[in-house]
């Protein structure tokens, strides 16, 4: 009985030594950053990064970098990977479906048409009854109204364009009015995740309608406009910055530069208007300039209570537009309107006069009786079900897609030649953007609880974040150990008793997005937007826990264990693990995935977990493969 009382005791000694959960849980719970801190950094971070537009002397330099910036965004942004270059050169098909007719001087033929091979969107095209020879057409593109197409302001504005003569056609958007319930705007991830733009149908969606109809026999290619609200501004902009086939477009409060949008939460986008890597090429600033050699009329509300309001969004897009549009001695075919009635988020009678009135100036300058006053047709406003256009009832969407592509994958980068690890490495380092920060540590506070002293420390990674860290030191210390997890440092104060009565070292941190660190307002959309400045938010997390370990393994002279509590933890730390050669020695990832593939089973979207749609990673990558690459640590998922 005497042999074995120590090493009963033991345990017990190094139990008593140990903190309560409670005190622990008060210590995590003590803040670290100042107030908004997180929030100042990353939008500093991201307005860092967005390039501001050049000024030209000579108009043929302007109308240069004109060019190529179209072919920039539209090849490394729009339509990079290899299915969406398939996407971009596949054949356009249109299905006519029934005529709406019996309507005063007009008709509403029924259409779909595929926006790619086995995705078909409902339009709605608003003919003249009467026309002969050629005339002006306008695409007009659906906000973020349930009703979609069916919209009364939407309605209104088509019948008024065909009243005027014009071939006006309605299109439905992606998410929305029919699609509604079948797919969001955060799940065009899914196709991003797999190494396939997300951004590809949004475009395709608007060109091939201007596709069919341009084919229209009276169509006249020379007088083509685009105009929508909100979403629709956006797509308005978007699509008519990069297709010269548009000579006037009126985006309706659709946008603001990046700038802008780091600054005000309400203009932060979705994910197609804040798509990967965009402003690595342009901000919104320039996509309004390459108007320049066209039409553009702003449209804002002076008291929008959505976003884009004219106040803050207007003044630097004019300011950008204005020096391209004199250089190239346009200046009158830049306007831009502020509504003040209602003033509100719309796209109201006001509003639409103000189109009216741009479509007879550009379109038809010789027409001095040309009225723009909007003619009453509230009366002729169809309903929802009235306008309902039959579509396949297998018709794709981002999920259907996304899990096609992925059962190809991952896929071999080196196309099966023998590569040694350090290859792979480099792929997924580039993939995720992994970065080598160097570590500044600062102590704020320093308590003893019991025989463990509790500091709060300050991690500086690079010139640009501050990552908050409460360090528990044990005497005689026998290992370190790295926590983190998907609730936040406050939260793991029963794994920290428990490292803590093992004898280990503990570090319990808050990497970029969670914890203390978590953005307090529409967080997931900064993440959206750090993806659009060139960055990754996954790899900026892998970056900062790789950091710390490396840190800690210096302070405590021993390998690092990481412990990671949640899926988007668990993610990180297993790529951290992957890239870090020196300083880690183990991870128990509690609650991960078993494959990134279970991301597109669940249609999860970038709004709840942004950064697992790190763009090409599941291309390249799986668990299984990020595992081995983490060889020869030890990688142990639990529970």
């Known amino acids: 009985m005497k042999t074995t009382l120590p090493f009963l005791l033991l345990p017990c000694f190094l139990f008593s030594a140990t903190p309560s959960v409670e005190e622990i849980e008060k210590e995590l719970a003590q803040p670290i950053l100042k107030n908004d801190q997180s929030l100042e950094e990353v939008q500093a971070f991201c307005e860092n990064r967005v390039p501001?537009?050049?000024?030209?002397?000579?108009?043929?330099?302007?109308?240069?970098?004109?060019?190529?910036?179209?072919?920039?965004?539209?090849?490394?942004?729009?339509?990079?990977?290899?299915?969406?270059?398939?996407?971009?050169?596949?054949?356009?098909?249109?299905?006519?479906?029934?005529?709406?007719?019996?309507?005063?001087?007009?008709?509403?033929?029924?259409?779909?048409?595929?926006?790619?091979?086995?995705?078909?969107?409902?339009?709605?095209?608003?003919?003249?009854?009467?026309?002969?020879?050629?005339?002006?057409?306008?695409?007009?593109?659906?906000?973020?109204?349930?009703?979609?197409?069916?919209?009364?302001?939407?309605?209104?504005?088509?019948?008024?364009?065909?009243?005027?003569?014009?071939?006006?056609?309605?299109?439905?958007?992606?998410?929305?009015?029919?699609?509604?319930?079948?797919?969001?705007?955060?799940?065009?991830?899914?196709?991003?995740?797999?190494?396939?733009?997300?951004?590809?149908?949004?475009?395709?969606?608007?060109?091939?309608?201007?596709?069919?109809?341009?084919?229209?026999?009276?169509?006249?290619?020379?007088?083509?406009?685009?105009?929508?609200?909100?979403?629709?501004?956006?797509?308005?902009?978007?699509?008519?910055?990069?297709?010269?086939?548009?000579?006037?477009?009126?985006?309706?409060?659709?946008?603001?530069?990046?700038?802008?949008?780091?600054?005000?939460?309400?203009?932060?986008?979705?994910?197609?208007?804040?798509?990967?890597?965009?402003?690595?090429?342009?901000?919104?600033?320039?996509?309004?300039?390459?108007?320049?050699?066209?039409?553009?009329?702003?449209?804002?509300?002076?008291?929008?209570?959505?976003?884009?309001?004219?106040?803050?969004a207007l003044p630097p897009l004019m300011e950008a537009a204005k020096p391209k549009f004199a250089l190239l001695g346009r200046e009158k075919f830049l306007r831009s309107h502020v509504n003040h009635d209602p003033g509100t988020h719309n796209f109201e009678k006001d509003n639409r006069q103000q189109l009216y009135r741009m479509l007879g100036d550009v379109?038809?300058?010789?027409?001095?009786?040309?009225?723009?006053?909007?003619?009453?047709?509230?009366?002729?406003?169809?309903?929802?079900?009235?306008?309902?256009?039959?579509?396949?009832?297998?018709?794709?969407?981002?999920?259907?897609?996304?899990?096609?592509?992925a059962e190809d994958l991952p896929r071999d980068p080196f196309s099966g030649k023998k590569v040694p690890p350090s290859a792979w490495s480099g792929v997924l380092r580039k993939t995720v953007h992994f970065t080598d920060y160097k570590v500044q540590t600062e102590i704020l506070s320093e308590e003893k609880l019991g025989e463990v002293r509790s500091l709060r420390r300050l991690f500086r990674f690079g010139k640009e974040w501050s990552v908050p860290a409460t360090e528990f030191i044990p005497k005689n210390p026998t290992g370190a150990v790295l926590l983190m997890g998907d609730l936040g440092r406050s939260k793991l104060a029963k794994q920290v008793h428990k490292a803590l009565s093992e004898g280990k070292r503990v570090l319990a941190i808050d990497p970029f997005y969670f914890g203390e660190s978590k953005i307090r307002t529409r967080d997931f959309l900064f993440a959206i937007l750090v993806a659009a400045v060139g960055e990754r938010p996954i790899g900026i997390q892998a970056s900062q826990v790789a950091a710390a370990a490396g840190w800690l393994k210096e302070k405590a002279g021993v390998s690092v264990e990481i412990r990671s509590h949640g899926p988007r933890s668990s993610l990180f730390a297993l790529i951290a693990t992957a890239l870090d050669k020196k300083a880690i020695k183990s991870l128990d990832a509690h609650g991960s995935l078993k494959s990134l593939k279970d991301?597109?089973?669940?249609?999860?979207?970038a709004n709840k977990y942004p950064e697992f749609f790190c763009f090409r990673l599941l291309e390249y990558f799986d668990m299984p493969l990020l595992v081995d690459l983490a060889q020869p640590r030890s990688i142990t998922f639990l529970p």
């Open 52 to 312: 501001d537009l050049p000024e030209f002397k000579k108009p043929e330099e302007w109308l240069a970098e004109s060019v190529r910036i179209r072919r920039e965004v539209l090849d490394k942004i729009v339509f990079r990977g290899k299915q969406a270059k398939a996407w971009r050169e596949a054949e356009s098909k249109v299905v006519w479906d029934e005529v709406i007719g019996g309507l005063p001087g007009y008709r509403i033929r029924k259409l779909r048409f595929e926006i790619v091979p086995g995705w078909w969107a409902p339009a709605l095209l608003y003919e003249p009854e009467k026309i002969s020879g050629k005339v002006p057409v306008v695409v007009n593109v659906n906000g973020h109204g349930r009703t979609g197409k069916a919209s009364p302001q939407k309605q209104i504005r088509c019948i008024n364009q065909a009243k005027r003569g014009m071939l006006a056609l309605n299109v439905e958007w992606i998410g929305l009015g029919q699609f509604k319930n079948r797919v969001g705007h955060y799940q065009l991830a899914q196709l991003d995740l797999c190494g396939e733009s997300g951004m590809a149908p949004f475009f395709l969606n608007v060109s091939r309608a201007l596709d069919l109809l341009i084919e229209h026999p009276n169509a006249d290619p020379d007088r083509v406009a685009v105009a929508g609200l909100s979403g629709g501004g956006w797509q308005t902009i978007f699509f008519s910055s990069l297709d010269p086939r548009v000579k006037l477009a009126n985006p309706v409060a659709g946008y603001s530069s990046f700038k802008t949008r780091a600054r005000h939460f309400s203009d932060l986008g979705d994910s197609e208007q804040t798509p990967n890597d965009l402003a690595t090429i342009a901000d919104y600033t320039h996509l309004t300039a390459l108007l320049s050699d066209r039409a553009l009329l702003l449209t804002k509300n002076e008291k929008d209570n959505c976003c884009f309001a004219a106040p803050h």
């Open 363 to 405: 379109f038809h300058p010789e027409k001095a009786d040309y009225d723009w006053k909007e003619i009453p047709s509230e009366k002729e406003v169809k309903t929802y079900d009235e306008l309902i256009v039959p579509l396949p009832e297998n018709n794709l969407n981002f999920n259907k897609i996304a899990l096609r592509l």
């Open 599 to 605: 991301i597109l089973k669940n249609n999860w979207g």
